[in-house]
């Protein structure tokens, strides 16, 4: 039997601010790069200009993500993780089960920037039987996907309950 929870991404407004902020820039500087004469300022008025409008661009195209969906369920045999993003599912991982030997939220392993942006974000890091190190349990496209704690907490305890369930069903 199939059993399954959902957990969504976390994001920070910093990105709808941050793009509004340097379009208006873009805007800004790009009248005053067409209205002055002098050829330095024009130089360095286009420079600014560009880096603002790029600056613009990639906000967008993170804001036109929607923040990831993930779904984790057990089976049988396995840990299955499927990332749903604008509802198309993008990615599906599977861990064996007998392979996990603790999967534990954290936020020690994060970066600082990240504590000031999302105080409140945690990941999942898995242990494996066979390997020595935790790594990312959920992460897309080579990132670990930041979620809140509170869900994260409530993550542990499903699956701490569905792995000694597995565990008990494996010895007897």
């Given at each position: 039997?199939?059993?399954s929870m959902i957990i969504y ?42 880096i603002f409008f790029t600056l ?65 974000s945690a990941i999942l890091k ?47």
């Amino acid at each position: 039997m199939d059993r399954s929870m959902i957990i969504y991404e976390q994001r920070h407004d910093i990105w709808r601010k941050g793009t509004f902020a340097s379009a208006m820039l873009t805007i800004l500087f790009f009248i005053l790069f067409w209205n002055i004469p002098d050829p330095l300022w024009i130089g360095i008025l286009r420079l600014v200009t560009f880096i603002f409008f790029t600056l613009t661009v990639f906000g967008t195209l993170k804001l036109m993500e929607s923040p990831m969906e993930v779904e984790l369920s057990f089976n049988s045999k396995y840990l299955l993780i499927s990332y749903v993003q604008n509802e198309k599912e993008v990615l599906n991982e599977q861990f064996d089960r007998s392979a996990i030997q603790s999967i534990l939220p954290t936020s020690n392993d994060l970066p600082f920037w990240t504590h000031y942006l999302h105080p409140q974000s945690a990941i999942l890091k898995v242990n494996f039987k066979e390997e020595q190190h935790k790594s990312p349990l959920i992460k897309y496209r080579g990132r670990p996907l930041l979620f809140k704690q509170d869900e994260l907490s409530e993550v542990r305890k499903w699956i701490d309950e569905e792995q000694q369930e597995y565990n008990s069903k494996t010895t007897t």
